[in-house]
């Protein structure tokens, strides 16, 4: 049974200050992870005031690319960077966490389709492995480098790798509405269009209005939830929202 889980980078660092870890809330979430009882799991997480900030100063985001070196390399490098504390963290818990990479996994073609390599993933699942991987840069037909959101590696995966179980662990407890409660099931995004606002710090790759509609064309369901939710979403309960 293959469950994958996204650590937002909302939670996971300062979002508002660049290259800030919040190492007690990874602390927290990499010691969840270690006392759940999760055969196959996939790990993302996103890029927080890592990758978005690069992306921001550079001028990279989803849609818009850039094609010099030392800015694919400001961008990339901050995301392994990021993905190397995450590493070590679950390291720390007894979690057999590997690295991939999507810049070097993955690519986009001239319409914009993503193509990633997941043959790797499946096969450190079968041995027993945490496969982590992360937001990154992707190399772009016709556009150099864009950003690769964790949310849409998410929905990659989940449907390359049949998952049984998505959840997205953000900042807040859920998708929440006008008076800040928790939504607690979305089936269309005209339901939630209105209340969906952008990232409270930088965001190059839509904030929760684009994990909304990336999970609703999944096809099946994913939990948006807090960190709060993560040892109940691990033990196979519903949390937070549920998106489709
Ligand atoms: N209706 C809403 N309900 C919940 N959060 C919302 C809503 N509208 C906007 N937001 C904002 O969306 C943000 C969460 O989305 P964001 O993409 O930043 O999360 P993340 O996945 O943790 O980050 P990253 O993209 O760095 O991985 C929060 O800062 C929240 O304030
Ligand atoms: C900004 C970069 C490089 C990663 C974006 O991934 P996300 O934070 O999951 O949207």
Do not use: W, Y
Not at 42 to 59: M, P
């Amino acid at each position: 049974m293959v469950t994958i889980l996204k650590l937002g980078g909302s939670v996971i660092t300062e979002k508002d200050r660049p290259e800030t870890l919040d190492g007690e809330a990874l602390a927290a979430l990499a010691d969840a992870i270690a006392a759940a009882d999760v055969d196959e799991l996939v790990v993302v997480h996103g890029g927080g005031s890592f990758g978005h900030h690069h992306a921001a100063e550079r001028g990279v985001s989803a849609s818009d690319g850039i094609r010099d070196v030392e800015g694919i390399m400001a961008v990339h490098g901050a995301m392994k960077t990021l993905n190397q504390f995450v590493l070590s963290r679950l390291h720390a818990a007894d979690v057999p966490a590997v690295p991939v990479h999507p810049f070097s996994a993955a690519a986009r073609d001239g319409d914009g389709d993503l193509s990633l390599m997941t043959d790797q993933v499946a096969t450190m699942l079968d041995e027993g492995f945490v496969p982590l991987l992360h937001g990154d840069g992707v190399v772009h037909a016709g556009e150099g480098v864009t950003v690769l959101s964790g949310d849409e590696l998410v929905t990659e995966l989940a449907t390359a790798l049949d998952a049984d179980r998505v959840g997205l662990c953000s900042t807040v407890p859920g998708v929440l509405d006008a008076d800040d409660e928790v939504i607690p099931r979305i089936d269309a995004f005209g339901e939630v269009a209105d209340v969906l606002g952008v990232s409270d710090s930088t965001d190059v790759t839509g904030g929760m209005a684009a994990k909304v509609r990336e999970l609703l064309d999944l096809g099946s369901p994913a939990c948006v939830f807090g960190p709060d939710d993560v040892k109940s979403f691990l033990a196979g309960e519903e949390a937070g929202t549920r998106i489709g």
